[in-house]
Every structure is written in structure tokens, then in C-alpha cells.
């Protein structure tokens, strides 16, 4: 059994950075998947980013040069950095981890947009 809590959401401005992070109860050094996902209202939950353990760091196109994933193993943690948030960017973002053949998630952390 693990289990996530994201935090870090916030109120943020377009072109703003935030820093959201997700702690697991275990160990995260065997889970094979972590990732970020996001879904933002009348949309389809989407995979932001993900680290494959033995294969490296995967990013949807529309967040690539903008978002960073990352994870201390030491603090049993995933980042996740916002850089340059854009208007379609917020949504509700929760953090999942794979140990086959359960994938857990998180409850999510929520990053609005200030008009």
C-alpha cells in the first residue's frame, strides 16, 4: 500500500512558477512509475509528466521546455516544477505511483489561475 498527498497548488499569475510536490508513506525507490497528471474543468484528465524507472523522464508536448518532473528518493518525494504558466495550465494535479499491477493516486492539488 502507498499513499501520495500532493501539496503546493496555489493562486499563481500567467508567467508565474510553482512548486508542487508529492510525499509517498513508502519507500519510492522500487515503484516503477511516478507521475503527474492534471485535469482541468470539461477536460480529460491528462499525463503531464512521468519518470520511468531504467528509462528516463517523459513530458506531454504542451508542458515540455516549461515543466520539470523529479523525484528524491532520500524524501521519498516527486516535484513537479510550473515555470511560465500559461491560461490553459490550471487544473486539479495529482501525482500517481505504479508498483505492478496497482497504481496508486493522489487526491490532488489545485492550481488556479488570478485573472
Known amino acids: 500500500q502507498v499513499q501520495l498527498v500532493e501539496s503546493g497548488g496555489g493562486l499563481v499569475q500567467a508567467g508565474g512558477s510553482l512548486r508542487l510536490s508529492c510525499v509517498a508513506s513508502g519507500s519510492i525507490f522500487s515503484l516503477n512509475v511516478m507521475a503527474w497528471y492534471r485535469q482541468a474543468p470539461g477536460h480529460q484528465r491528462e499525463m503531464v509528466a512521468q519518470i520511468v524507472r531504467g528509462l528516463g523522464i517523459d513530458s506531454a508536448d504542451s508542458v515540455t521546455g516549461r515543466f520539470a518532473i523529479s523525484r528524491d528518493n532520500a524524501k521519498n518525494t516527486l516535484f513537479l516544477q510550473l515555470n511560465s504558466l500559461k491560461p490553459e495550465d490550471p487544473a486539479v494535479y495529482s501525482c500517481?505511483?505504479?508498483?505492478?499491477?496497482?497504481?496508486?493516486w493522489g487526491e490532488g492539488t489545485r492550481v488556479p489561475l488570478s485573472s
Open positions: 500517481t505511483a505504479s508498483l505492478a499491477p496497482v497504481l496508486y
